[in-house]
């Protein structure tokens, strides 16, 4: 499968499930302060994992396409900020499917902030830490959320998966 069929439909989806989660917590009376909860003092909060999860496809896409990307270096503010930056986010993404992607087998360097450097393939890449880092950080926002006593269950998650519904 090449590599833009496993990004691109897993980052529009969880961008609709990040939505989705964000629109919970608008409603919850806490509202804005919901951004600084986090599961542990050492761990990013809400806010952060927003910010890392509207950059994150544009980081990929940099890589697998050359797309030129900078990403944000600030945290959103406030819910409805969060649900705007997720809603370009989601747009981009939809607008990317027209892009040439390098072959699976071409070499693509990571660089992390913590100073290491991998170099892998493209489709090790998608498969080793692309999609693998999304998932984290989408689940890390659900688990703050939870933890914060928000009502979410697997539907919040997998909403997409309704369309699979046998009738």
């Not at 833009?4 to 302060?33: C, F, H, Y």
């Not at 890392?52 to 050359?66: D, I, K, S």
């Not at 939809?94 to 693509?108: A, K, L, T, Y």
């Amino acid at each position: 499968m090449p590599v833009s069929a496993q990004t691109l439909p897993v980052w529009t989806q969880m961008l609709g499930v990040i939505d989705g989660l964000l629109a919970k917590a608008e409603a919850d009376p806490r509202g804005d302060a919901l951004l600084e909860e986090r599961l542990t003092e050492n761990m990013h909060p809400l806010a952060t994992q927003v910010r890392f999860l509207v950059n994150m496809p544009g980081e990929a896409m940099a890589r697998l396409t050359g797309l030129d990307w900078t990403s944000r270096d600030d945290d959103p503010a406030t819910l409805a900020e969060a649900r705007d930056w997720v809603a370009t986010a989601k747009e981009q993404v939809e607008q990317w499917s027209s892009r040439d992607f390098i072959g699976d087998d071409q070499p693509v360097e990571l660089a992390i902030p913590n100073g290491m450097t991998f170099d892998m393939s493209a489709a090790e890449y998608v498969r080793d830490w692309a999609i693998p880092q999304y998932y984290f950080h989408v689940t890390s926002a659900y688990a703050i959320l939870r933890k914060a006593g928000l009502a979410l269950g697997k539907a919040d998650f997998v909403p997409y998966m309704l369309r699979y519904l046998r009738q």
